[in-house]
């Protein structure tokens, strides 16, 4: 099995910052992209940014300039630096990984329980 840990959630005020981490452990024999997703009460889950296994990002509009994604692959780890934080960022941010696990030729999607951030205004 292949599990995600997320850490790092919290209650802000608006124009603060956080740092999310997640951290894949278990049977992995490669992870792929890496991402964080976010979902907020009544709407649907969006990505927030993502990140190949070379380094290559992709930000939602909503977080380019404040948001930074990173990842350290020998720790198989992914961060999110949120910065400039304001009310709207508020919901439950998921890790997401496509890792193929060593008893599968192919990959698989992989998601975190999630962690809550909550931005005050």
């Known amino acids: 099995q292949v599990q995600l840990v997320e850490s790092g959630g919290g209650l802000v005020q608006a124009g603060g910052s956080l740092r999310l981490s997640c951290v894949a452990s278990g049977s992995i024999l490669r992870i792929n992209d890496m991402g964080w997703y976010r979902q907020a009460p009544g709407k649907q889950r969006e990505l927030v940014a993502s990140?190949?296994?070379?380094?290559?990002?992709n930000y939602a509009d909503s977080v380019k300039g404040r948001f930074t994604i990173s990842r350290d692959n020998a720790k198989n780890t992914v961060y999110l630096q949120m910065n400039s934080l304001k009310a709207e960022d508020t919901a439950v941010y998921y890790c997401n990984a496509g890792a193929r696990p060593t008893w599968s030729n192919i990959p698989y999607d992989y998601w975190g329980q999630g962690t809550q951030v909550t931005v005050s205004s």
């Open positions: 990140i190949t296994s070379g380094g290559s990002t």
